[in-house]
Nanobody
Framework: GVQPVESGGGSVQTGGSLRLSCVASGYTVSRYSMGWFRQAPGKEREGVATEADDGSGRYADSVKGRFTISKDNAKNTLYLQMNDLKPDDTAMYYC?????????????????????WGQGTQVTVSS
């Protein structure tokens, strides 16, 4: 079956960097929209970075300029490069694939909900 598998989380200090990986199992990443989401304790899940239909990335305002979503089709892997991390970035990060719903916002068409989700990888940023 389809299963995204995240890795790369950990504990870092403010200003540090991490790169999350999402290895695809049971599907080919080049054929599907994918995205990264996060959920902190007591908060709703939020979209962090999603592939837009034009090939660019759509980012939450809170991570613009610091996070970059990318895909390596040869390795069948999605990445999230996170730089200048802040304590507010502390959360469980999830990879998602296979778009369920698309929306158009800010001149960009992108997937807003996905069918398959990974188990998550924890990111903790200390001050």
């Amino acid at each position: 079956g389809v299963q995204p598998v995240e890795s790369g989380g950990g504990s870092v200090q403010t200003g540090g960097s991490l790169r999350l990986s999402c290895v695809a199992s049971g599907y080919t990443v080049s054929r599907y929209s994918m995205g990264w989401f996060r959920q902190a304790p007591g908060k709703e899940r939020e979209g962090v970075a999603t592939e837009a239909d034009d090939g660019s990335g759509r980012y939450a305002d809170s991570v613009k300029g610091r996070f970059t979503i990318s895909k390596d089709n040869a390795k069948n892997t999605l990445y999230l490069q996170m730089n200048d991390l802040k304590p507010d970035d502390t959360a469980m990060y999830y990879c998602a694939t296979h778009c369920r719903y698309r929306k158009y916002d800010g001149g960009m068409r992108f997937c807003s909900d996905f069918r398959y989700w990974g188990q998550g990888t924890q990111v903790t940023v200390s001050s």
